[in-house]
């Protein structure tokens, strides 16, 4: 059992034979189906419980919580590890309110993008960027839903600073490459629920040989807080099995902003370096090369006429 799920049922366990006959049915309820508590409103669990809803909040309060919506965190933080997407996706459909999906999703991301600011100080922000900066190497991994992330920073990490390693794959050639790289080398984790037992293999390998561990993840409860040195807490609070990154990445591109004008030289020297490359190639489309467009066939002979050496 996890500490999480061990110190949530000692809670309970600990104060039952003091609770009130009300009091024990909410406790009942919790120790038979703690995951069905998420899933439902006070008021669903009040009449589940035949109870009134001011007796949940002191129920609460007798385990040592502030209220209800203290407790409701910490039953949050065990099921991110617990709850499936099908449980998730149950929950979502009995919280339309009468909304349209699109306004959902949209209300959602702005109320997320609201706890950004409230999320992370300025101090901390600014020293994660020179963490970033000075690093002799970066490592930026993140797996499933949280690789779409990890590729965004990585992608734009390279753009202004050298030895950038993205990894969104399971790679074991990373395990080799963290192995022999130094101490002066960092990893960037991130890791969102439901938190694959691959990252933190990872985490824990970079920690043996003296990586610095910077993660970014949803809650202090998390398992990999206590096995980074620095961590950024970005809930993703969310109105399905879908997880809301759209708050995610206005941070992620505001950390490589100040990455950038903390060298603006030697960024500057890197992006130009990038354009150019991407100019060479004929990466991108340009109302200036007709030519270029003319090459294009399906059969893949304009990327051959690029890159022969790839016949």
């Known amino acids: 059992m996890s500490s999480i799920k061990k110190d949530f049922f000692d809670k309970i366990i600990t104060v039952y034979p ?42 609460t309060v007798d385990l040592g919580f502030t209220g209800y919506s203290d407790f409701m965190q910490q039953v949050k933080a065990l099921l991110h590890m617990e709850l499936t997407s099908q449980e998730r996706l149950i929950k979502a459909s009995r ?15 702005v109320h997320n993008l609201e706890n950004v600011m409230d999320s992370v100080s300025e101090t901390d922000f600014k020293e994660i960027s020179k963490q970033l900066h000075k690093a002799e190497r970066v490592y930026v991994v ?18 202004v600073r050298p030895n950038v390693f993205t990894d969104i794959n399971l ?78 990445i206005p941070f992620l591109g505001a950390l490589v902003h100040e990455i950038t004008f903390l060298d603006n030289q030697k960024a ?12 060479l190639a004929s990466e991108f489309f340009s109302e200036d090369n007709p030519d270029e467009r003319l090459k294009y066939k399906h059969d893949g002979s304009y990327l051959h006429s690029l890159w022969p050496e790839s016949q």
């Open 18 to 59: 003091t609770l009130s006959p009300k009091k024990k049915r909410v406790a009942d309820f919790i120790l038979r189906d703690y995951k069905k508590v998420f899933l439902m409103t006070a008021k669903e669990i009040a009449e589940e419980c035949d109870i009134s809803e001011p007796t949940i909040i002191r129920f």
């Open 95 to 109: 919280q339309t309110n009468g909304k349209s999906t699109l306004e959902l999703y949209c209300q959602n991301a």
């Open 142 to 159: 993140g797996y499933r839903a949280s690789g779409t992330l990890a590729y965004y920073l990585g992608y734009l990490l390279k753009k």
């Open 171 to 248: 790679s074991w050639d990373l395990m080799d490459s963290i192995t022999h790289s130094g101490k002066e080398s960092l990893l960037f984790a991130i890791v969102y629920p439901r938190y694959p037992i691959r990252t933190l293999e990872i985490l824990k390998h970079a920690k043996r040989y003296g990586l610095k561990i910077i993660a970014l993840t949803d809650n202090h409860k998390s398992p990999v807080v206590s096995l980074s040195d620095q961590h950024i807490i970005l809930d993703v609070e969310g109105v399905s099995f879908i997880d809301p990154f759209s708050h995610i």
């Open 268 to 279: 500057m020297g890197r992006i130009t370096e990038f354009d150019k490359s991407a100019e």
